[in-house]
């Protein structure tokens, strides 16, 4: 099997690592990578947003399944383009990755499959925003309605932040608050089959102790050793089946990775929001741990056969990454750093390019993230902070609470 892989951040070298991996992968290509993922694979240039571009590469390397890996792909229609090719494709066709793409087109999937999910307004004004804002009270939620990249979301106490943030993103959804410990549940999925990959817990907050503004993910872990055991199953059957069945019935079937954030509170689990793809930095640590071959499972659900592929294998233990990000992440990133300590196993780019004499440099805010595996949660830790202490980076920043909460079982559900 050919594989397009589609991006370039930490999320699309895990995906990269997990592919390679995979004896049925005979060659990966990427398109436009990264320093990381081009010790696996061959690196091509592409604009990830170009459908055309994209599609015309796809048949150039003659891929027998393309996977996109960042949402703004999907949202501009990179996988239709790519199907209309004949070619497989692991993601959601432009419609129903609106899942992502409007929060409030999430919002009224999720009204009609009647999914557990807090009460939400989208409000394009000023007045309609302070309405919300007095109705459902502090912590104040305001979420961008389209794309932002994971840092549209603030969650804050403090009425004229709330208030600011709207007034930036125009059009908002604001929500009531959802008290609970949080979890990003992965379900690929052919658009009728479904299939659960193991829970994680990623950290939004820049800061120790969740602290300042959220990031697109400081770290992440898995399992959770404090998940109600039902979880993964009451998910699949009280989100999952109806979100999917409900899509069928408006005539855009998912097809893909759909991404379920939770809150596990008082009162049962409750949707935060749907991803249309792999979360970023949770695909680490879930891959790391997933045994079955990763290019196998992406195919079967690209090509409609996911019901009929075998149970998914799983390695013992945990796994954790820790993020490394620039001075500056995630306000104003500074990139054209050097780095030293990077080119080892277990380290993932996401923000780095390379000079032409081999230089390595910072070229985004998340540059980098340790991974590591061990046979608890507590050795997994350890090993991701090893790799971490390693990286040299003038002025880089990470978090140093990653799993701790969990190792400490200090994480209780509400109730």
């Given at each position: ?8 951040g930490?999320r ?16 990966l290509?990427?398109a ?8 696996v ?13 994209v599609?015309?590469l796809?048949?150039e390397?003659?891929?027998d399944l ?17 199907r ?8 959601p066709?432009?419609e129903?990755?609106?899942l992502?793409g ?24 000023a007045?309609?925003?302070?309405r919300a804002?007095?109705?459902?009270g502090?912590p ?9 990249a994971?840092?549209g ?9 709330a ?18 410990p949080?979890?990003s ?14 829970p994680?817990q ?7 102790g ?5 990031t ?6 898995a399992?959770l ?5 039902n ?6 059957r ?5 979100t ?14 759909l991404y379920v ?11 935060i ?14 891959l ?13 659900a690209?090509t409609?056969?996911?019901?009929a592929h075998?149970?998914?294998?799983w390695?013992?233990g945990?796994?954790v ?8 992440y ?19 780019h996401?923000g ?10 910072s070229a985004g ?17 350890d090993?991701?902070?090893e790799l971490?202490r390693?990286?040299?980076?003038a ?5 140093t609470?990653?799993?701790a ?11």
């Amino acid at each position: 099997m050919r594989v397009l892989l589609v991006g370039g951040g930490g999320r699309e070298h895990a995906l990269a690592l997990g592919l390679a991996g995979d004896p049925a992968v005979e060659a990966l290509v990427a398109a436009p990578g990264n320093p990381g993922i081009a010790g696996v694979a061959q690196l091509r240039e592409v604009t990830p947003t170009d459908p055309a571009a994209v599609a015309a590469l796809a048949v150039e390397v003659a891929a027998d399944l393309v996977v996109i890996g960042p949402e703004a792909p999907l949202v501009a229609g990179v996988a239709d383009a790519v199907r209309a090719k004949g070619i497989a494709v692991f993601g959601p066709s432009a419609e129903a990755a609106r899942l992502e793409g409007s929060k409030t087109f999430a919002k009224d999937v999720m009204t009609a499959a009647a999914v557990p999910t807090a009460r939400a307004y989208t409000c394009e004004d000023a007045a309609a925003v302070a309405r919300a804002l007095d109705e459902f009270g502090a912590p104040y939620v305001v979420k961008d309605d389209g794309l932002a990249a994971g840092k549209g979301v603030v969650v804050t106490d403090d009425r004229a932040t709330a208030e600011r943030h709207a007034a930036e993103c125009g059009r908002v959804v604001i929500e009531e608050y959802l008290s609970g410990p949080e979890v990003s549940l992965f379900v690929v999925t052919d658009g009728e089959a479904a299939v659960p990959l193991l829970p994680a817990q990623d950290f939004k907050r820049v800061g120790d102790g969740d602290t300042g503004p959220n990031t697109g993910g400081m770290g992440a872990y898995a399992p959770l050793p404090w998940a109600p055991p039902n979880l993964v199953d009451d998910v699949m059957r009280d989100v999952v089946h109806p979100t999917l069945a409900e899509l069928r019935r408006r005539g855009t079937p998912f097809a893909g990775l759909l991404y379920v954030g939770l809150a596990i509170t008082p009162s049962g689990p409750r949707v935060i929001e749907f991803n249309a793809r792999f979360g970023d930095p949770e695909t680490q640590v879930v891959l790391a741990l997933l045994e079955t071959p990763l290019g196998g499972l992406l195919h079967a659900a690209a090509t409609g056969t996911l019901g009929a592929h075998p149970p998914l294998r799983w390695r013992d233990g945990a796994a954790v990454t820790v993020v490394v990000a620039a001075e500056g992440y995630p306000a104003g990133p500074r990139t054209g750093d050097v780095i030293t300590g990077a080119d080892r196993a277990g380290i993932i780019h996401a923000g780095t390019r390379r000079d032409a004499d081999g230089t390595l440099r910072s070229a985004g805010g998340r540059v980098l993230c340790g991974t590591a595996t061990g046979p608890d949660l507590a050795a997994a830790r350890d090993a991701a902070y090893e790799l971490v202490r390693d990286v040299e980076l003038a002025g880089a920043h990470h978090r140093t609470d990653i799993a701790a909460a969990a190792v400490d079982g200090r994480i209780t559900i509400p109730g």
